[in-house]
């Protein structure tokens, strides 16, 4: 370790002389900075996550003007690609071959991590900690260099399913679901969920929509005509919000699971309707901001006061930016673990290294683990019920990794 | 311009485009890569709008024929990738062919939200024949490898190819387009009457035209699957199509450089508002497009044309140029 | 049956929508033989308008009006100011800035509003109403009502008041309307101003059922487009009743073509458009064009 920490030291030294490029070992690292690279959808279908990278940033402002991580400034550079992989794969060359980023951190969404997927580990660069559920992220073997973050949707499906099964006899299920790789992804955690009960029959009606698409009522219509006490909601937060208004506009009041995808409650339930959203069931994992029970917790009362401070434009009912935040908390602590040394590998070796990691805007009882087996960094969740103000937890806290 | 003027000022470009490996990045290598691929697919709707006069807002629809013909050859079936190249340009052509037909019957603006609506059906039907196309995951692809061991990286191969096939339609293109066929096309758009009238079969060039300039774009739209080496239904679509109708207008209607041009456009100048505007790039881009079409309302090629007219004709000379 | 009724009604309230924006694509159309491809994204940020003067306490009506005046105004003005420059430039030049316009409007929107979704307010009560089993809202009834309306209104704008004549004629035949002493541009002003209004109410009807947001507009648009190609470029009723009829078709596939279900609703939607268009290949109401040879 000595002989390493003298090299480095006289890397330096050579490149603070002009002599050596601080590039030849570490790209992005430098003594007083490390680069990191994200894209996110700024603009175009997907916009209203923007606000995730935007809520980043800020907290990594925050980090700098606390002195940084072992005394190195982070460097957040981020660029929009519309959620358009071809965009997302050019942007990431640039961050990659153009900006010398030490690696990519919560790139978001299925089909533009996808698109990138075999370039980050062809190229041996972490990409760490990608903002979504599909559950293809947690593969150390196949692909070693990407890691997930949040508790995968088929996983999450698997809890309703679960649910269902115990709760309603006589279940006749409906279900409706955004046509593409994540409602198909939830869609399929489900299926799965029913059949291992021997259940899939429950399932009554299956309607699907666009993201182009202007409205969902006509499918909410038919769900109700199918005659199902049961509905699963797979739907981003601008549909989530048309369904849950259109069933109770239409007196529909089934069993209404919501994906956790859509669970603001500033975001999603208070334009559709407070009441209209009595009742509503959806996993958790973080603290929503806009739940009365977190006023006077510590982790609430900080998060609130680095809004107002660094993100005063951002919304705080919004539990976008409670995940942005806490995302950002877990890669702070890979970059402490790392101390010195910020080689790809070490960066990809620590994210592996999470032991209870508890961060404050998480549930009470759910805590950060990965290990070099377990590329799934947040798996529990816990139930929640609607009361017309806040989410309620109840239940106990599920495990995925506990099969 | 003279043609030996013309001659000397296109070799010395050509020498640009194979030198520049030596002087750039492998990732602007891929973004240039992406402008060649543009220019094909914008030459193929050129060929039809600029010089036949058929709107289409559904060659995207084309692009992604091409795009997953290429990757389910690649996927399913390890077919080596230079053969997908004429395979998704021929199923195209047909494709196209058989669009234009209906098509005859539809004027102007019929036409052009007809294939308005075929382009915004696509990404529906990738997603839903998913054992095909792998639905809304989408399939991963290798990038090609350069062959016979050549010391080159894959971005500089994919360059090569890319360039080499650009040539090639390019030079097929101006064949075509300067000769009879050409002029009949030409004529159709102008006149279609009386190109009737002087015995040209005017629904045979019509459809064809279609066929051709469809087969351009799935070429085009095989070399993107190579270059990104990834497709997903949802990248393909309908703003897809509406940038190439941005692209061509832009570059310069009834152009063959202003493909290029307008390749040119499309690939960089979004970049170029993100960097002047991280709040609001799209409006960034919004305004470049308008004050474009200020400045130069027949696009940049067609307005050098006009500029170059006016000079010869105030020096007085009376060549056509 | 009451199935089959629900969505017909749930069909017509949309397609009402679709129709609105159609008749202000074909009135622009009308008068200048361009399609506004920014008018979905102009009527979205009129809608924002509303909802920044109500956000400041201004009540339903008087936001509601005080938008429609305001964007006559700004649709007015993009027409003298933005549009003017490439007057009598070749069509599709004019189209590029048209779609130039469509990501200005939307990525202001963007960034003044953020993309996160706002609820819009609805001047008809929310109680549902039944008739037998079928349930629907009176936002629903309302919506369509309103657009008969202004259907009306334009009619009788355009059929009995002189100014609707004098811009009847410029859009005819600008080169004798000038010499009749019309000022053809100022005319060319007036139609977008007046479809600008028609956008904004197609969006102050629809934000409330889809909830506001600077993509709000899209989706529509592109229904819009299909309804005026249904009902023909050349018929502003056309356009309105080919909204309805696609409304209708886009959920009576949804509900009853069970082997095709929703994951082929929109394909579907369109596919009856275009054989509509083999067979009358100027839309359904709209009279072909006849060219000088």
């Known amino acids: 370790m000595r002989q390493r920490s003298w090299m480095f030291v006289l890397l330096m030294a050579l490149t603070l002389a002009g002599i050596v490029p601080a590039t030849a070992d570490t790209p992005g690292v430098t003594a007083t900075e490390i680069k990191i690279g994200h894209t996110n959808p700024y603009s175009g279908n997907a916009s209203a996550y923007g606000t995730i990278g935007k809520v980043e940033a800020a907290y990594f402002r925050m980090i700098n003007e606390q002195g940084g991580v072992n005394g190195r400034k982070i460097n957040f550079v981020t660029y929009d690609d519309g959620y358009s992989p071809p965009k997302t794969v050019e942007m990431v060359r640039k961050l990659l071959e153009q900006d010398q980023v030490a690696f990519l951190f919560n790139t978001l969404g299925t089909p533009t991590n996808s698109a990138i997927h075999k370039y980050m580990n062809d190229q041996k660069v972490p990409q760490l900690f990608v903002a979504t559920g599909a559950t293809k992220w947690g593969d150390p073997k196949g692909h070693p260099w990407t890691m997930g973050w949040q508790p995968t949707y088929q996983a999450e499906a698997k809890i309703y399913a679960a649910y269902v099964m115990k709760n309603v006899p006589n279940a006749k299920i409906g279900i409706l679901y955004q046509n593409d790789d994540y409602g198909k992804d939830y869609l399929k955690g489900f299926k799965d969920g029913l059949a291992a009960a021997n259940a899939s029959k429950a399932i009554v009606l299956e309607q699907s929509y666009e993201v182009t698409d202007p409205t969902v009522d006509s499918q909410v219509v038919n769900l109700k005509n199918s005659g199902a006490n049961v509905f699963f909601n797979i739907t981003t937060p601008k549909f989530a919000s048309q369904a849950i208004k259109k069933a109770h506009d239409i007196g529909w009041k089934p069993l209404h699971l919501l994906n956790n995808v859509s669970a603001s409650v500033g975001a999603v339930l208070k334009p559709a309707g407070l009441e209209a959203s009595k009742d509503l069931i959806t996993a958790l994992y973080l603290k929503d901001p806009t739940d009365p029970q977190w006023k006077n917790d510590q982790g609430y009362k900080d998060w609130l006061a680095f809004m107002k401070k660094y993100y005063p434009d951002g919304n705080t009912d919004d539990v976008s930016n409670v995940f942005g935040y806490t995302v950002a908390q877990g890669l702070v602590q890979v970059l402490k673990q790392c101390g010195n040394d910020l080689s790809r590998e070490n960066v990809m070796k620590q994210a592996a290294s999470l032991k209870d990691l508890s961060l404050p805007m998480l549930l009470p009882g759910i805590k950060v683990n990965t290990s070099p087996t377990d590329f799934y960094p947040i798996e529990q969740e816990q139930l929640a019920k609607f009361d017309g103000e806040r989410w309620v937890l109840f239940g106990e806290v599920y495990d995925a990794s506990k099969k | 311009m003279s043609a030996r003027v013309r001659l000397g000022l296109l070799l010395v470009l050509l020498a640009i485009a194979v030198a520049l490996p030596l002087f750039v990045s492998n990732f602007r290598l891929f973004q240039f890569t992406q402008v060649a691929t543009y220019a094909i697919a914008l030459l193929g709707l050129n060929m039809l709008t600029g010089y036949n006069g058929q709107i289409s807002l559904g060659h995207g629809a084309f692009y992604a024929l091409g795009a997953y013909t290429a990757a389910i050859m690649i996927d399913k079936w390890n077919v080596p990738y230079a053969l997908t190249l004429p395979v998704a340009g021929l199923l195209c052509l047909v494709a196209g062919f058989l669009f234009g037909i209906p098509a005859l019957r539809l004027e102007g603006l019929y036409l052009a939200l007809a294939t308005f609506a075929l382009a915004l059906a696509v990404p529906q039907i990738l997603k839903y024949f998913e054992d095909w196309t792998g639905g809304s995951q989408g399939i991963v692809l290798s990038k090609p490898k350069p062959p016979w061991g050549l010391a080159i990286t894959p971005d500089q191969w994919l360059y090569f190819f890319t360039l080499a096939v650009m040539l090639v339609l390019f030079f097929l293109a101006r064949n075509l387009l300067a000769g009879r066929t050409g002029r009949a096309i030409v004529a159709i758009r102008d006149n279609p009457t009386a190109a009737q009238a002087m015995g040209i079969n005017t629904p045979l060039y019509k459809s064809l035209t279609f066929g051709v300039s469809a087969g351009y774009t799935g070429v085009a739209g095989a070399l993107s699957a190579l270059t990104i080496a990834f497709v997903a239904p949802d990248t393909f679509n309908v703003f897809l199509s509406i940038t190439f109708l941005v692209g061509i207008v832009i570059g310069g209607l009834a152009s063959i450089s202003g493909a290029i041009l307008g390749g040119f456009f499309i690939q960089f100048v979004p970049n170029w508002a993100q960097d002047i505007s991280k709040a609001a790039p799209w409006a ?38 | ?116 979704q706002k609820p819009f307010p609805s001047p008809f009560p929310p109680r549902p109403i039944m008739l037998g089993t079928v349930v629907f809202g009176a936002h629903d009834v309302g919506a369509i009502v309103v657009t008969l309306i202004v259907l009306a209104f334009l009619y009788a704008f355009f059929r009995y008041t002189t100014l609707g004549l004098a811009m009847r004629a410029a859009a005819q035949n600008p080169a004798s309307s000038r010499l009749c002493g019309i000022r053809v541009g100022w005319m060319l002003a007036i139609g977008w101003g007046l479809a600008a209004m028609v956008g904004a109410v197609a969006g102050m009807m629809v934000a409330p059922i889809v909830f506001l947001d600077p993509n709000m507009m899209a989706g529509i648009l592109i229904y819009a487009f299909a309804s005026a190609t249904l009902g023909g470029f050349t018929s502003p009723g056309g356009a309105v009743i080919g909204g309805l009829i696609v409304g209708v078709i886009e959920n009576i596939v949804g509900t009853y073509v069970s082997f095709i279900g929703t994951e082929l609703k929109l394909t579907v939607a369109l596919a009856v458009i275009l054989v509509v268009l083999v067979f009358k290949p100027s839309g359904l109401f709209g009279r072909p064009a006849v060219h000088r040879v």
């Not at chain 3, 749930?10 to 609105?20: E, N, R, V």
């Not at chain 3, 102009?42 to 509601?64: D, E, H, K, Q, R």
């Open chain 2, 284 to 321: 960034i881009y919004g305004v470049f497009l308008i004050l474009t079409m200020y400045v130069m309302p027949f696009g940049i090629a067609g307005t050098a044309r006009l500029l170059m007219a006016r000079r010869l004709r105030r020096a007085g000379t009376a060549r056509a140029g």
């Open chain 3, 1 to 116: 049956m009451e199935i089959l009724f629900q969505q017909i009604v749930s069909g017509l309230a949309t397609g009402g929508i679709y129709g609105s924006v159609a008749l202000a694509l074909v009135m622009i159309y009308q008068a200048t033989d361009v399609v506004n491809y920014a008018q979905g994204e102009m009527a979205m940020f009129s809608t924002y308008l509303a909802w920044s003067m109500m956000n400041a306490g201004v009540p339903y009506w008087a936001a509601f009006f005080g938008t429609l005046v305001v964007s006559f105004v700004g649709g007015l003005l993009i027409e003298r100011i933005v549009i003017r420059p490439v007057e009598g430039k070749p069509v599709l030049t004019i189209v590029i800035v048209c779609i130039g316009l469509l990501v200005i409007f939307n990525s202001v929107a963007g960034w003044i509003y953020s993309y996160i």
